[in-house]
């Protein structure tokens, strides 16, 4: 098992910076997911850590290792890429027995691992396929069941589920995550998606312009966004920019649209009274009961639209001009164009340094 | 899943989408007129053209006296002029002339005779796998290294492509004699070789022709190459595969299609080459060409049934090379499934020691291989005859570079002496002239095949693709046994010396050589138009025709013409049917007859030969450049 390590990874294609000083550390069997949108630099760092690319600046680390320059087939990471990368010309047999023939073992281990780890990924009795007599799903098992075989440090998967369809992707993610906890392999998962990036990883890195925006757990993440992109990027959010008037320890008195919200900010985040911030609240965090606890903001509204969406009721109020979404429950849908009082708690009103997206 | 259907997975070559049976009602409905007479148009041609006079020659070549019979192929392969085992010659030996100093001794390349269809066969198969090698080799090294000056390698790369008959291995065969550069070089100059050197005989041939077609292997493989998908080699290389390893497992096996394009191609124009044969008469005239060509300047009345048979066989054996290429190949290319993923091809920068090896080989070599064309344009601007080569890439006469030594005096002869350039205005009028034919052929064939959904369409698609793998000189041998018998006494008719006029017949020889190089383009810009911007013009209203002149032409028109332009340069430079039905009157023939004719009369006409090469050269040059630039169709001229 092995812990990788990024420092101040810096990597420029001309004039783009694809990894502005990426640091990272990734422990030892751990499921790391590089999260964002795309274009952020999440290949890039995937192959800055296989050895395909080698950065402007800055070190990558497996455990003691400076790697940073080693070549990619004496690393031993294994990658599934994209698009699987499967060699058309050989049977899923020579395709997953193809690192194994490279590091010489005997025959005999071969045919016993290969067949080990086909029926680890379920394709048992396919071995005489070729990749294009193979569903879209069974694909993307052989590229997985070639990257495990050779029992590498560290398993890179580039958007492994990105080619599939939506039920299967649901379907693979569960098995990646199963497997992934069973072998302990230190694995390295890239996606734009941030729903499968929440339900796979133990801890995910949110990237955006070649940046790390945070690092944390998924509850982390979406619970405490330390950043407005994080906050913006991951789940909805009703997102208004706001002037602080008042800061008390980790609340934050901040004034909208002539309307006074109070909320909390992250305790190591400096905010001063005139500072220009982002107020953002997650649609779900919005009752249209009071709240039992005895911090909470209320406000008025007209009801601009509303859209049934099976689970829950989307509702668009109109405060004073302002636009806020809420999620309630079917049974509370209201009438569009009536008034209707909202609540949100201080603890879910959270208050970011402003910053300007896109 | 059983074995036979892996193998229709595997077919990979140009197949069509797949089309289900309709039943007869619905294919009834489907046609109307415009529709049938785009099918019955290119059907008709290529049975009258094709198909007709590919039987009357069988007929001939399978009938002896009114009946069935083996006969002149028995004949053929029991003659000893034919096939051969031992062997005759020495294959290399050492001449030391009498009486002059040992520093005149030559080593001698040859190769031993071992009968027209055997050598014919040894050469072919040697000239595949040479230029092929070689192709590959600098495929390679131009599509996967980054250093300076490669632009100016591919450019170079490719001038040996440029065709200027006869006059190209002219120049192959001056620059291999006991006085010529590479006896200078290797002897003289670096002492690496004991001996003075001349390569001639069918080891001759085959240089010249490796020296000339390799860039066809080059450039399909090429393309083959950055076309892989660079997470297939990333892949391997993540897996722990590196360097010839690499190479041999995942990359080679992926290039198969562009390497098995190449190889066909030049296994075909090695077998009906005629250029070489021509220059190296005396020592290599047991070719299954330089037979069939000297059998037509010796044509007295009527071509024999020997000939036709030679032919057939000739036929055969191209059609065999072409089957055995492409088999064996398309077991072992596939149809890339990629999806997503960025695309760079892999470059990378090559050591101190590949840099090495890069200027100081493959660079030589390359400028070794362009050098022909580079005598030409050579001997076509010098004034003075002086010496048996070409000032230019003869050391003792490198002086003749000189502004004093130049002259225009030959291209103004080409352009201006009416005993020239009516062999020019010939043939561009009989290359005009095709093109309208191979357009309209290419054209209907190629909208029946990609818009009709009928049963059976593809064998058009495979008549209009045939000729690709047709020996020029087998065309050249039905014809006259077609137009002979078919059309006895008319104007179309090679064996009546009175009246024959050979235009017609060049024109529809041209057209239908010639054609599949449009039909690939125009087959291609309709596979890339979709269907339903005609769709939705006969929606409204529109009839099938006029849906085809008002949205289907201007859509494709880029690439009838970028393919008609690379006809066009085809038509032009064409050689086996030009100096054989071309030259029976001598008054109607074509530009590549008079170079030939010119080639062999005196020395003096040599200058007037290479400048009308040149003026093929300007020709080819114009074209490729119109359509690499114009059409972005950058490897239209090869793209098979
Ligand atoms: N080989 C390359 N050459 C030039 N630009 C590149 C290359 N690879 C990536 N980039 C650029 O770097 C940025 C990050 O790309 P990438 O890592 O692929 O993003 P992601 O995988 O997050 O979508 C993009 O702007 C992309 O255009
Ligand atoms: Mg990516």
């Known amino acids: ?358 | 899943m059983a074995d036979p259907k892996n193998k229709r997975f595997f077919r990979a070559s140009a197949r069509l989408p797949h089309i289900s049976m309709p039943n007869a009602r619905v294919i009834a409905s489907q046609l109307d007129l415009t529709l049938i007479s785009f099918m019955a148009f290119p059907l008709i041609v290529m049975t009258v053209f094709l198909l007709a006079p590919l039987a009357s020659t069988l007929k001939e070549a399978f009938f002896y006296h009114g009946e069935l019979s083996l006969q002149w192929f028995r004949t053929l392969f029991q003659s000893k002029e034919y096939v051969n085992l031992q062997g005759t010659g020495e294959f290399y030996y050492i001449h030391r002339p009498r009486l002059a100093p040992e520093t005149m001794a030559t080593l001698v390349i040859r190769g031993k005779d071992y009968g027209i269809i055997l050598n014919s066969l040894i050469v072919a198969t040697s000239v595949t796998f040479a230029a092929t090698t070689l192709g590959l080799i600098i495929a390679f090294v131009l599509a996967r290294y980054e250093f300076p000056g490669k632009r100016f390698f591919r450019i170079l790369a490719v001038v040996p492509m440029l065709v200027t008959p006869f006059i190209n291995a002219y120049v192959v065969k001056k620059l291999f004699l006991e006085d010529g550069l590479v006896s200078w070089l290797l002897h003289d100059v670096l002492h690496i070789l004991p001996w003075r050197l001349r390569i001639e005989g069918y080891a001759g041939v085959a240089l010249a022709q490796t020296m000339t077609y390799f860039p066809i292997a080059y450039l399909n493989i090429y393309s083959s190459l950055i076309n892989i998908d660079p997470s297939m080699e990333e892949q391997a290389e993540n897996l722990g595969a590196r360097g010839f390893r690499l190479f041999r497992t995942v990359t080679l096996p992926l290039a198969m299609p562009g390497i098995a394009a190449g190889a066909t191609l030049i296994f075909i124009f090695s077998l009906e080459d005629l250029g070489a044969p021509i220059v190296f008469r005396g020592s290599a005239e047991r070719l299954i060409s330089y037979k069939i060509y000297n059998e037509f300047i010796n044509m007295t009345g009527q071509l024999s049934a020997e000939v036709a048979a030679l032919a057939v066989l000739l036929l055969f054996i191209a059609a065999t090379g072409f089957i055995i290429i492409r088999r064996y190949v398309s077991l072992k290319s596939y149809a890339m499934i990629s999806r997503g993923g960025r695309w760079k091809p892999r470059v990378s920068r090559p050591g101190l020691k590949g840099l090495l090896v890069i200027y100081l080989v493959i660079l030589p070599l390359i400028v070794f291989t362009a050098l022909p064309q580079f005598g030409v344009i050579a001997t076509a601007f010098s004034k003075e005859w002086r010496g048996p080569l070409p000032s230019i890439i003869d050391p003792k006469y490198w002086d003749g570079l000189r502004p004093e030594g130049a002259t225009l005096e030959y291209m103004v002869k080409v352009f201006k002496d009416p005993s020239v350039n009516v062999y020019v205005i010939n043939s561009l009028k009989y290359s005009l002239a095709a093109l309208v034919i191979i357009v309209l052929v290419a054209l209907t064939a190629s909208y029946a095949v990609s818009r009709a959904r009928l049963p059976g369409l593809s064998i058009i698609d495979t008549l209009i693709t045939l000729p690709i793998a047709m020996p020029g000189l087998a065309v050249a041998v039905s014809y006259v046994f077609f137009f002979s018998s078919a059309f006895r006494g008319t104007l179309l008719d090679p064996t009546d010396l009175a009246k024959f006029n050979p235009a017609a017949l060049l024109i529809i020889a041209y057209a239908i050589r010639k054609l599949p190089f449009t039909a690939r383009a125009v087959f291609a810009g309709l596979q890339q138009t979709h269907v339903a911007l005609e769709e939705a013009a006969m929606n409204l209203g529109s009839g099938r025709l006029r849906t085809i002149g008002t949205i289907v032409l201007p859509l494709i028109a880029l690439n009838i013409l970028s393919g008609a332009m690379v006809s066009f340069i085809y038509c032009v430079t064409e050689v086996s049917v030009s100096i054989t039905v071309g030259g029976i009157k001598h008054e109607y023939a074509p530009l590549t007859f008079y170079m030939k004719n010119a080639y062999l009369a005196e020395v003096q006409a040599i200058p007037v030969t290479a400048a009308l090469g040149v003026l093929l050269i300007i020709i080819q040059l114009t074209v490729i450049t119109l359509v690499t630039l114009g059409f972005k169709q950058k490897y239209a001229v090869v793209g098979v």
Not at chain 1, 181 to 192: A, F, P, S
Not at chain 1, 236 to 264: H, M, P, Y
Not at chain 1, 294 to 319: A, C, I, P
């Open chain 1, 1 to 358: 098992m092995t812990r990788v390590v990024l420092l101040e990874v810096t990597k420029r294609f001309g004039k783009t910076v694809a990894m502005d000083r990426v640091s990272l550390e990734i422990e030892e069997g751990e499921l790391f997911t590089l999260l964002g949108p795309s274009g952020c630099g999440k290949t890039t760092t995937l192959r800055v850590i296989a050895g395909f690319e080698f950065p402007d600046e800055g070190r990558v680390f497996f455990d003691d290792e400076d790697v940073t320059y080693l070549k990619p087939y004496k690393r031993n990471t294994a990658m599934v890429f994209q698009n699987y990368a499967l060699w058309p010309h050989m049977t899923v047999y020579d395709n997953i027995a193809y690192g194994l023939r490279l590091r010489k073992l005997p025959k005999e281990e071969i045919d016993r691992r290969v067949k080990e780890v086909l029926s680890l990924v379920k394709l048992e009795g396919l071995e005489k396929r070729y990749p294009n007599q193979l569903s879209g799903g069974q694909q993307q098992r052989v590229a997985l069941a070639r990257a495990l075989v050779v029992q590498p440090k560290v398993l890179l998967l580039d958007e492994p589920l990105s080619n599939l369809d939506a039920k299967l992707r649901v379907g693979m993610r569960e098995e990646i995550k199963k497997l992934q906890k069973e072998l302990g392999i230190t694995t390295i998962y890239v996606t734009h998606d941030q729903e499968e990036a929440m339900s796979i990883s133990d801890r995910i890195a949110v990237m955006n312009r070649g940046r790390v925006m945070q690092v944390g757990t998924p509850r982390d993440i979406y619970f405490h966004p330390r950043n407005l992109f994080t906050a913006w990027f991951i789940g909805r959010s009703n997102i208004f920019e706001a002037t602080v008037l008042d800061v008390e320890d980790d609340q934050v008195k901040a004034i909208l649209n002539g309307f006074t919200l109070t909320g909390v900010k992250e305790p190591d985040i400096k905010l001063e009274p005139g500072d220009k911030v982002a107020v953002v609240i997650r649609p779900e965090s919005i009752e249209t009961q009071p709240p039992r606890t005895s911090g909470y903001n209320e406000f008025q509204g007209k009801v601009d639209l509303t859209m049934f969406l099976g689970d829950h009721v989307n509702v668009r109020v109109d405060v004073n001009g302002l636009k806020v979404l809420a999620y309630l429950e079917p049974d509370e849908e209201p009438s569009m164009g009536a008034d209707i009082k909202l609540y949100v708690e201080y603890e879910h009103v959270r208050v970011l340094p402003w910053e300007e997206l896109e």
